[in-house]
Nanobody, 139 residues
Framework: QVQVVETGGGLVQAGGSLRLSCRISGSAFDDYAMGWFRQAPGKEREGVSCINYSGSNEYYADSVKGRFTISRDNANSTLYLQMNSLKPEDTAMYYC????????????????????????????????WGQGTQVTVSS
């Protein structure tokens, strides 16, 4: 059974930094495209940043571009989200997500290069979710 576990959330002042981590167990990490989603109270869950199985392609939402960096360490089965210059509007529950990265996903994404964008924009495509970690940014 695949389990997804996030760590690293917390309370930080505006302008500060946090790094989120996510590990998968029960399956081969590099079989999956991975992503970070967030959900603030009263809002829909949104894709923040996503990455393909090898780490060669990434996607960032406009709201975090230039401030957040997604990366993965396949040798250690870990996904990261480095969040810099945090703003109060970044406050949300952050979720790690996994989607099997195979030729079918590439086809549905319109090509392998588009997998991260597709995963971040298609919440229903996510097969496995973590339990979430809270990020709170104070002004």
């Amino acid at each position: 059974q695949v389990q997804v576990v996030e760590t690293g959330g917390g309370l930080v002042q505006a302008g500060g930094s946090l790094r989120l981590s996510c590990r998968i167990s029960g399956s081969a990490f590099d079989d999956y495209a991975m992503g970070w989603f967030r959900q603030a109270p009263g809002k829909e869950r949104e894709g923040v940043s996503c990455i393909n199985y090898s780490g060669s392609n990434e996607y960032y939402a406009d709201s975090v571009k230039g401030r957040f960096t997604i990366s993965r360490d396949n040798a250690n089965s870990t996904l990261y989200l480095q969040m810099n210059s945090l703003k109060p509007e970044d406050t949300a529950m952050y979720y790690c997500a996994a989607v099997v990265d195979n030729p079918d996903l590439a086809m549905r994404s319109g090509g392998a290069m588009s997998v991260p964008l597709h995963v971040c924009h298609q919440v229903d495509s996510v097969q496995y979710w973590g339990q979430g970690t809270q990020v709170t940014v104070s002004s």
